[in-house]
């Protein structure tokens, strides 16, 4: 990987994880969906939270091997590079969820707040018969939820990442590799 910077607005970023990584990391999350739900007679639905999670969602359906329906939320929690404590909805279900499995697709689960509004709301609002959690990344240092990560690309350090979807105020989603703050 070039070892060069990139400037987002008031920050600048460096190298952090290389695509390859990324992608060995899918690959390795898609085996463990693909071995739970091979053969299902159901369609899970394969819930993309919008718009960090579109290119970890997107890999991942490739290599999903049973049938299952795509459907998009959009939430925020997020203003610049701090979380605000508040999930809000900012797009509701592209589609009924009632009585299906539902697979969340995160991009990066660091206080859990959002994935455990989502999943509750799934399960008692919208009636979903089943929720499982799929994060590309997870922040294992500031993760204080209970609820069970079901399925996690890789851990890695309390540091604001973009790239690969994620993003600062909205820039950096595009980038293929992912680039951690330079402070």
Request: charged share 25%.
């Amino acid at each position: 990987m070039k070892e060069d910077r990139i400037q987002l607005f008031d920050k600048t970023f460096k190298p952090y994880i290389r695509h390859e990584q990324i992608i060995a990391a899918i690959d390795k999350v898609a085996e463990e969906i693909n071995a739970d739900y091979r053969g299902c007679q159901d369609i899970p639905v394969v819930l993309c939270v919008l718009n960090g999670s579109i290119p970890f969602t997107g890999e991942l359906l490739q290599r999903l091997e049973f049938n299952c329906q795509l459907v998009s939320i959009k939430l925020s929690s997020y203003q610049g590079t701090q979380s605000t404590g508040t999930v809000l909805n900012v797009m509701g279900l592209t589609s009924n969820v009632r009585g299906r499995r539902v697979i969340i697709c995160e991009d990066i689960v660091d206080t859990g707040n959002t994935i455990v509004a989502l999943k509750e709301m799934l399960l008692d609002k919208e009636g979903a018969a089943d929720v499982r959690i799929c994060t590309m990344l997870l922040k294992p240092d500031v993760y204080d939820k209970n609820e069970k990560l079901d399925y996690v690309g890789m851990s890695i350090p309390n540091a604001f990442i973009v790239g690969f979807g994620l993003d600062y105020n909205e820039l950096g989603r595009n980038i293929k590799d992912i680039y951690v703050i330079d402070e």
